[in-house]
């Protein structure tokens, strides 16, 4: 998996790219989030646009990182989860757990609200 | 008269091996004529049983083996997942939908396997392991098997 960050604003966007597995995607999603964390940013949007396969060691790690966030006092939401991963999500009823969003101005937007 | 497909792999208990059973997964999902739904599917399901039978059965010791077993007929794909160990608590079946453990950071995986395939079965075999064993069904129109 492949990740790059950019700055919009006091938002931190991690796009992610790749699949979100087991023993190497799930750890990059957690360096990465640490690293935003470490750089003291705590409003982060997951782009998961270019993410098209996810484990349960993926989704673990998505709930792990939003819970690192929130005890940092910080806000974590995801953006463009592909039709894989969004069934995924709304599966294990996680859409009801993150807040999720189809559009990056959407999600910024409610960053502001 | 179709001769039905028999593959076998046996792993090192490490996780990144997951891939390469789920590659061959894929591969017999299309000989199988199964759509890409279906070969997504089962791929998961195949992941996720071949890691918990590393993790919980072997204990994460590479040297103990589990083996993935390929079995297609006419009718139905069949994999067998064997550890060496005393396999998960397949029993212990907690549902991850419910409120209480949306936020759990595990322990999605068996429902993930139950969900994606046809029917699963569980086999302890006291001393041997335990064989987690996935079926599906082959639509109709596939029940003739390709060939590669």
């Not at chain 2, 390469?20 to 894929?26: E, N, Q, T």
């Not at chain 2, 997942?81 to 453990?101: A, K």
Request: glycine content about 10%.
């Amino acid at each position: 998996m492949k990740v790059s960050t950019r700055k919009v604003g006091s938002v931190t966007i991690i796009d992610l790219n790749g699949k979100i597995t087991i023993g190497k995607g799930d750890l990059i999603l957690r360096e990465a989030v640490d690293k935003v964390l470490g750089e003291g940013q705590s409003r982060i949007l997951l782009n998961l646009n270019g993410v098209s396969y996810m484990d349960s060691a993926g989704i673990g790690e998505l709930v792990s990182c939003f819970k690192r966030v929130v005890e940092r006092k910080g806000t974590m939401k995801l953006v463009n989860p592909g039709g894989r991963v969004q069934d995924l999500l709304a599966l294990t009823k996680l859409d009801e757990y993150f807040e999720t969003y189809q559009s990056e101005g959407e999600a910024l937007a409610s960053f502001a609200a | 008269m179709t001769i039905p497909l028999h593959v076998e792999m046996t792993l090192n208990s490490r996780v990144d091996l997951a891939n390469l059973v789920h590659a061959a997964s894929d591969e017999i999902c299309r000989i199988a004529g199964l759509d890409e739904d279906s070969m997504l599917n089962l791929g998961l399901a195949l992941r996720e049983a071949t890691v918990n039978a590393m993790k919980h059965g072997n204990k994460l010791q590479e040297s103990r083996p589990v083996k993935v077993t390929f079995h297609l007929n006419g009718r139905r794909l069949e994999v067998d997942i064997m550890d060496e160990g005393e396999g998960f608590d397949f029993e212990r079946d907690v549902d991850p939908r419910l409120p209480e453990n949306l936020d759990k950071t595990s322990g999605r995986g068996l429902f993930l396997m139950r969900t994606f395939v046809d029917d699963i079965r569980f086999a302890r075999n006291p001393g041997k392991g335990t064989t987690v064993s996935l079926y599906k069904k082959l639509p109709r129109r596939a029940r003739g098997l390709k060939r590669a």
